[in-house]
């Protein structure tokens, strides 16, 4: 798997005058029922990316610089909310500064000014973040259209580290040095580039109509590793696009928890995987359940603990008790849960008629093991007919492992959108 740069404890966001005190730890809506997120009924996850880690080499945070995040939601709404994440930091995080907006043009920094927003939190600018927590934003009043794509820009003064960041964006994202350009529309400003996603890990709409939120949760396939760059081309994209097609009662948002190297039986942090994420089991309440709105869950895992060292005895078995501690889990929260076949890798250096077998056994228990609410057959939608332990040559990234943009549309196809609900 390919290694990258790079849970929730109870915790309270101090703002300025004020304290916030999080229910799960997220600070309680004034209004409106609680649901799943810590936000009331009517907001609904349209993006994720979990914090999988620590950013390496930044002790001292990233003091007086503006980091810009570009990200493509899926569901729109008339207000958004942003989630911001201090999870892996060892010191109090003081963000002075976070704004919303809409972006300008593709592949650039530059927003839109009459959409540029300033969140707030409790109604304070500046909001600090205890160690182990994420805080929501108050309520942005900004209409979004389906597929926007959103730029949230935070700045900060003071040194506080390590950083909590997605590492695998496969998204150009920006940063300003000196001053406060957090609300700065200009893209000259913003003259260094990266790939992964600092500080915010959810992005939620006002979407009262919608059907809730589909959480994905996988490792680098569901991460979108062999797509486009900046092309939003990740079957969990895919997928939202066809969700949005749909009625609007029917429509959903998705929650993206893919981590590149995450696995269900090992921590891959410990070999060699910075920004793994924890284990499926212990990032399940905060990734998945916790999320806003989320009604579905699809579980795309298996794969890495198969082919990724070091391999534990009896996976097949192993991963096939996850499962059903997941779905057992799950249903706890009232949500279901999709599974999907693990996908070939024959030419993968790891492969091997063991590995072969045992992702046999996990396939035929997803298939027919009666443990999911519905299945989708992610094997079957990109097998080579004249090579079925093997991926179609078309939807191959170059890997033999990870799929290009077409394998992860061919992916999306595969999910049974009228099982989602």
């Not at 919303?100 to 939190?121: C, D, G, K, L, Y």
């Not at 009662?249 to 995450?262: D, E, H, I, L």
Request: charged residues 20%; contains cysteine; aromatic residues 8%.
């Amino acid at each position: 798997m390919i290694s990258r740069r790079g849970l929730f404890a109870a915790g309270m966001a101090v703002t300025a005058g004020a304290v916030v005190t999080s229910c799960t730890p997220w600070e309680k809506a004034a209004e409106g029922e609680e649901r799943p997120g810590g936000l009331p009924d009517g907001w609904v996850a349209s993006w994720g990316a979990p914090a999988g880690g620590p950013e390496p080499d930044t002790s001292k945070g990233y003091p007086f610089k503006s980091i810009r995040n570009l990200l493509q939601i899926s569901l729109g709404g008339s207000a958004v909310r942003v989630r911001m994440s201090n999870l892996y930091g060892k010191d109090p995080l003081e963000l002075k500064h976070v704004t919303v907006a809409i972006q300008a043009e593709p592949n650039s920094p530059e927003a839109r000014p009459e959409s540029m927003r300033t969140a707030t939190f409790d109604g304070a600018q500046a909001v600090v973040i205890q160690p182990g927590t994420e805080v929501w934003s108050d309520k942005v009043d900004l209409e979004l259209p389906h597929n926007a794509n959103l730029l949230v820009t935070t700045y900060a003064t003071g040194g506080s580290g390590p950083v909590s960041y997605h590492p695998m964006a496969v998204q150009f994202n920006y940063m300003a040095e000196g001053k406060d350009f957090a609300d700065d529309p200009r893209a000259d400003r913003f003259t260094e580039q990266n790939s992964w996603w600092r500080y915010v890990t959810e992005v939620a709409v006002y979407a009262p109509q919608a059907a809730g939120a589909v959480a994905t949760f996988g490792g680098s396939s569901t991460d979108g590793a062999g797509s486009t760059m900046g092309g939003n081309a990740r079957w969990p994209d895919y997928l939202g696009r066809r969700l949005i097609d749909m009625a609007p009662k029917q429509q959903m948002g998705v929650y993206n928890a893919g981590v590149s190297a995450n696995r269900l039986l090992v921590d891959s942090n410990n070999y060699g995987h910075e920004g793994a994420g924890k284990v499926g089991l212990e990032r399940l309440q905060r990734d998945v359940i916790d999320r806003a709105g989320v009604r579905t869950l699809i579980v795309a895992h298996g794969l890495n603990d198969l082919q990724q060292p070091p391999k534990v005895p009896n996976t097949a078995q192993r991963v096939i008790e996850q499962f059903t501690r997941i779905v057992s889990r799950c249903h706890d929260n009232d949500i279901r849960v999709v599974g999907t076949t693990i996908t070939p890798f024959k030419y993968w250096g790891t492969h091997n008629p063991e590995t072969e077998r045992e992702r046999q056994e996990i396939n035929e228990f997803v298939l027919h093991g009666g443990v999911f609410d519905a299945v989708a057959d992610f094997d079957k939608a990109i097998l080579d007919p004249n090579d079925p332990l093997a991926m179609r040559p078309e939807f191959d990234f170059g890997d033999h492992m990870h799929c290009n943009d077409a394998g992860y549309r061919a992916m999306a196809d595969a999910i049974n959108l009228e099982r989602l609900t």
